[in-house]
């Protein structure tokens, strides 16, 4: 028992693969992607990870990405192709800073819209001025151009 309590112990991954993309989607998790995953998620022991689905999603046209959360610790990205290749990986480090605030509980729905930082926003507060969405694009902007910063 000890041994078996031991080997278990030992095979205990610290830096687990949080994503989980659909065919299509591999080829938009690059070095950027990498990085913003272990700044905000590599700290946490494997089964502290949230389990992170990506795909290909026909969204509105305006709509580049989409977080969800499906039940606690699983999350999809759906990801709207039309953006292009280029813009694709931007998008998808940007929600998996929304994954993290939700992961984490600083972002989460409440009944008349959203709550950050535990101050309620309404649905229709202007996207622009969301701080959650402000924060993700700061982590982003951070990550893919750091010569910028």
Known sequence: MRYLLFLLLFNLNLNAQILIPDEGCVKHIQYSTKQVQEKLFGKQLSF????VYIKYSPLFPTVLGLTRQLQPGYYIIDLNPIAGTDRLEWILIHELVHVWQL???KLTKHPSGFEYDGKVYP???PYKLRPWEIEAETITRQVCNPILE
């Open 48 to 51: 502290q990870q949230p389990i």
């Open 103 to 105: 992961h984490t509980r």
């Open 123 to 125: 649905i229709k507060y």
